[in-house]
């Protein structure tokens, strides 16, 4: 039987319960207590264990989507003692078999998200493997100890600083997508354009390639360590040697990863959780043995003098172009904190009605940053003081943690002190491809939705697992793109020595992502968010059901208006110094030439930003149908004459996370006589280009109510 819902379950028809609340209603396991009558039952409706079973389909039953709605029973189903649902009882003739529940037929549902699994899925993406290598990186490209450390101290202040802007617009429309809600709701025009750039990114860079290979080098290290002949401390483990044999492991283990969360999404909420838990530890017994074994022990056997204390003024040559070198040590140690706008991808998921989401995504988000900072902090400080300098910078190839570790724990077993550090690293590496595969998934999924790029059908389709209530299981289609562009990119790129390959492939992303961070905070800077609230909301039809786009919100945390400057100010600086140098040319540390120039990285990334603009004026230009779905109204009969009251009433309610851009695009085969039928084609185009449609179609609601 297909997993696919359009396959699993046909069109069906009838009344249905809300499969949304957006009131004060709790998004827990259905319950007789949660289930309420819809507003409008042809576009709400629940799935139950009778849903599944064919029913004669009806017309009109498809959501805007693309997805089947599923009738609900006329009666509210009760539940069973396996947790399932009972299908109200079939009458009009039908047989009582079909009135048998088997609980194996009911799909399992996806639990909603605690603040505790935002914090994890945050914690997750910034803690990979980066901070167990990146520290020596970051000290040998800016030659001294201070100045190294004052970049993460930076970093964590750029880390708090793009998570409140993201809490501002996750706050204001708490939707799976992340950014691209974000921007096509501060941006709206020109229409899509700003949409359809981010998604041909985020399709074609957004990727788990690092963490990937990461854990394919690190496994190698925990099953085939060979020490180095040399005085203790020195050990550099061999792993695997075997290039395609790496490739192998990276791409078994993004596949295995997204075969989890394609069929059992709660036990991949689980292992996510597990796993931030773990490297968190982790970080912090690095500290604390470095703390109270490596210094005591170094101070001990030194007498009294510490070989990282005396070095702090100490200076290293970085290469020829200095300036440069820094950027990309500020480039680095923002990918490691990059991560902070993880959970907001799956705002929808979490728990309780709009108030609680957003005291979720608060909650989670502030302590998954205050963790990562204080553990990337600690680490680096405790590591400057263990460590000289010298020994740090010729460690800069995934060894300078097994050197901690060595000093720090006071091993006598270089082996296992190696494989227990390859198993923490491992594991970290697996952590990050957990969560952000359960995200990325989603996003892809809200892209494909939106038909912005190729192949959008087989991108935005779900299963029957992990069905959540707005009808849609795991995103199975943003899965599987998710994991071929990873195997993809893995078997593509030359494995060049030190991995300046994938390293090339992790500054595109962060590159992009620099971009991104820079236009949401131009969207603070000038309270996009607040002034496209108000013109969004539609008045009674919101307010009645208590939705999220009201006339109430407003700023979560940059209340003040200096806040906001302050902090978007602060973004878009650090991206304008990372956008203008980081093309210029430049060397290795070693003062050897690097076989892809850094001029690659913004071109690439540019080249990619412009595909996608192409791409979504082809759409605009094109398409057959486009209009914006949102709540529309109808005069009332016989009540006109009612002085002070508009005789309108609903007459399709649209819930504010389903209001988008819906379009027909033709097929290239019908394209010429599409356009041929049109009178004012380049009049049209210039229409809908500069059409801000959610805003005109909400005026519209306001004035009719």
Known sequence: MSTELSSLRPPLGGTGYSSRHSGT??????????????????????????????????????????FPRVAAPTEPPTLAPHGGVIPAPVTNGQSASNRVFNPLNVPKRQRPLEWYDIAALIINKQIGTGIFVLPAIVLSLVGNKPAALMLWVLGSFYSYASLFVYLEFGTAWPFNGGELVYISKAFPRPSLIPSSAFSWFFICISSSVGNAISFSRYIGFLFAPSPKEGSKGAFAPRGIQNEWLIKLVACSVTIFVCAVHYRLVNIG?????????????????????????????????????????????????????????IALAILLVLYSYQGWENANYVTEEIRGDVESKRWHLKVGGIVAVTVVSACYILINLILFF???????????????????????????????????????VMFSALGNLVGVIYTNGRVKREIGL????????????????????????????????????????????????????YSFIINLYTYGQVIVNAVLAVGIFFDLPLR?????????????????????????FLKWKWSRLVCSSFVIAAAIYILVITPLPSSNTDGTSRKILSQWIPTVVLTVFAIGIVSGLYVVWTASSMTFRNTTVRPAQGRQGQAGYKAAEIADYVEPKDRVWVLEIPKVKELYSSLSQRSNTWEVFKQRLWDSGEARTARAVREGL
């Open 532 to 556: 496209y609230m108000g013109q969004y909301q539609t008045a009674r039809a919101d307010t009645q059901r208590g939705a999220i786009t009201d006339a109430e919100w407003n700023f979560q």
């Open 386 to 424: 263990v460590l000289d300098i010298d020994t740090i910078i010729n460690n800069t190839n995934f060894t300078i943690m097994f050197n901690l570790a060595f000093r720090s724990f006071n091993s006598k077993n270089e082996i296992a002190t190696a494989r227990g550090v390859a198993a923490v």
């Open 450 to 501: 939106r038909k912005l790029v190729p192949f959008s059908s087989y991108i935005s389709r779900s299963t029957e697992f992990g069905i959540l209530r707005d009808e849609r299981g795991t995103p199975s289609g943003g899965l599987v793109i998710h994991a071929l562009v990873t195997c993809a990119i893995v078997l593509s790129v030359p494995y060049l020595p030190g991995l300046e390959g």
């Open 269 to 325: 909420i689980v292992a996510n959780n597990l796993l931030a838990f773990v490297k968190v530890l982790a970080l912090f017994l690095f500290f604390t043995a470095g703390l109270f074994g490596g210094l005591i022990h170094t101070s001990a056997e030194y007498g009294k003098t510490i070989p990282g204390a005396h070095d702090w003024l100490a200076h290293r040559e970085t290469g020829t172009r200095p300036a440069f070198n």
């Open 25 to 66: 209603e709790s998004d827990d396991a259905i319950t007789q207590n949660n289930l309420r009558p819809s507003v409008n039952s042809r576009e709400h409706s629940v799935t139950t264990a009778s849903s599944i079973a064919p029913v004669p389909s009806q017309e009109g039953t498809q959501s805007h989507y693309g």
